[in-house]
């Protein structure tokens, strides 16, 4: 029992030791807190002023980089305006040159196009009077192609004629002789008369002196003649051949020869002589007959070609009449066609003038309607050139207003809108952060902690070992209600100090707003 009192006693001296410790540790700690409790208060005070302070030098700062970017915008927009500006008066200089070089393009068109119509009014007046020259040519023309067609025809009517009356002629004009001649000319040397050369004054008293001879065909050997004469036996031409007997002369010395009055050819001497060595010439028919009665073997020839013989007398023989109209009728054919053809000389003059002057006239006529055509091209062109520059024109001068509005615009904007924003508010100073007071409070802080776990720990071996003693157990709940009760008030003074701080918070936020705005 004593041993049990003795233990009993032994733990109620310790326990009382632990409740004098507890004491102690719980008023240190109450002190703490409440040391702590003051602390936090004037920290919060601090802290409180500091994010105020923070706060206004934040929105010092917001407000001078709000002026800041709103003079930069300013400043962007202003050097942006003034380029727009240049850029727009540059354009509003091009536009007007341009539009003064449109204008005095349709200027110069239109004087150009009054040009043109002036020019196409002149070849109009020019082309009236060659038109109708053009008009009385071709009809000249058509009378005189009609009429050198009429005289064409004409020439060829006479031509004709002229054609028959030659081919009369030329047969009433040859011989019998001659045809053969022509037609067998091959051995024989040529036609008697042909071969004698007489005087003209003598040809008559030739002709009537050979007589039948005189259209005869001469051969130099009788084997040609009677060859020829065996190809056509028929015609009735005379076939002479020059004789090898000699020349004879004549015998009257005292008359007038007529061989020796003509000079034949060498070939037909002998052939000549024999048929002239008798045959003399006499002033007229009576002569003749005097003298034939005088020289009976002799023959006497008037100039008019009458032949007096012994035994016969041959007056002159006349013309043939038949050839003599011919030749009459192709005098008048030739007349006629002279005329004619100077006729067709003199209209193929006049058509080649008429064609030359018609050729002109068309010529000068084209070239005006060319001029024309190529002046009214060149008006359809310029009017179609005008019509676009003019609308181009109207077009630059829209442009023009616009750009001259959008210039006295960006003028405007910049002259009035553009001014100076409010000068930057001053910066408050930097707060000072209560780096003393944090360190403090979190110095009381800790040094709470370690008595909390002190006091925690000494009630715990206070109620393990007054687990037993109910005087303990009740003075230990009545202790942890007061703990309770001012962890309560604590908990409420918390809470009123937040509020506070919330409504300054509040306050501080509507004092920023305000300044912003």
Do not use: C, W
């Amino acid at each position: 029992m004593r041993e049990r009192l003795a233990a009993t006693a032994g733990r109620s001296g310790r326990l009382f030791a632990l409740q004098d410790e507890l004491g102690r540790t719980e008023a240190a700690l109450s002190s703490v807190m409440a040391t702590m409790r003051q602390q936090e208060a004037q920290l919060e005070a601090a802290e409180r002023d500091f994010s105020s302070g923070e706060a206004a030098r934040r929105d010092a700062e917001e407000e001078r980089r709000r002026i800041a970017e709103i003079r930069a915008a300013n400043k962007a927009e202003s050097d942006a305006l003034r380029r727009t500006l240049v850029a727009h008066e540059t354009e509003q200089a091009r536009l007007e040159a341009t539009l003064r070089d449109l204008r005095m393009r349709v200027g110069g068109i239109g004087t150009r196009s009054a040009e043109l119509e002036t020019e196409v009014e002149r070849l109009d007046a020019f082309e009236t009077p060659l038109a109708a020259e053009q008009d009385a040519l071709t009809r000249e023309l058509a009378h005189v192609s009609e009429r050198l067609a009429d005289l064409e025809g004409e020439e060829k009517g006479i031509l004709a004629r002229q054609e028959v009356v030659e081919a009369r002629r030329a047969e009433l004009s040859e011989s019998a002789g001659a045809s053969f001649l022509r037609r067998r000319g091959g051995r024989a040397i040529g036609l008697l008369r042909d071969l004698i050369a007489v005087p003209p004054e003598l040809s008559a008293s030739l002709r009537a002196a050979l007589g039948p001879f005189h259209d005869a065909v001469v051969y130099l050997t009788r084997e040609d003649a009677l060859g020829d004469a065996t190809a056509e036996p028929r015609g009735g031409v005379t076939l002479a051949v020059e004789g090898d007997s000699g020349e004879p002369a004549p015998s009257l010395d005292t008359e007038r020869s007529l061989l020796r009055a003509v000079r034949p050819d060498r070939r037909v001497r002998g052939l000549a002589a024999a048929l002239l060595s008798e045959i003399y010439l006499a002033n007229s028919l009576a002569d003749a007959e005097a003298k034939s009665r005088a020289h009976p073997p002799a023959q006497f020839v008037t100039p008019d070609g009458a032949l007096v013989g012994a035994s016969f007398l041959r007056t002159a023989a006349d013309p043939d009449r038949r050839l003599d109209e011919v030749r009459r009728l192709s005098a008048a054919v030739d007349r006629d066609l002279a005329a004619l053809r100077r006729g067709l000389r003199e209209g193929r003059a006049r058509l080649a003038e008429l064609t030359e002057r018609h050729a002109d006239v068309t010529q000068r006529l084209e070239e005006a309607d060319g001029s024309i055509t190529i002046a009214a091209e060149e008006m359809a062109r310029l009017q179609a050139e005008r019509a676009m520059l003019s609308r181009e024109a109207e077009i630059v001068s829209e442009r023009l207003s616009a750009v001259e509005a959008a210039t006295a615009a960006a003028r405007q904007r910049l002259n009035s809108e553009l001014g100076d924003v409010a000068e930057l508010p001053p910066l408050p100073a930097a707060p000072e952060a209560p780096i003393a007071l944090r360190v403090e409070v979190e110095a009381l802080r800790r040094e709470r902690s370690r008595l909390e776990a002190g006091v925690e720990a000494a009630r715990g071996q206070v109620q393990s070992m007054a687990a037993d003693d109910p005087i303990a157990l009740r003075q230990a709940l009545h202790d942890s209600e007061a703990e309770r009760s001012r962890e309560e008030q604590e908990i409420a003074r918390a809470e009123e100090t937040l509020a506070r701080a919330r409504s300054s918070y509040g306050a501080a936020t509507d004092r920023a707003r305000a300044v912003r705005s």
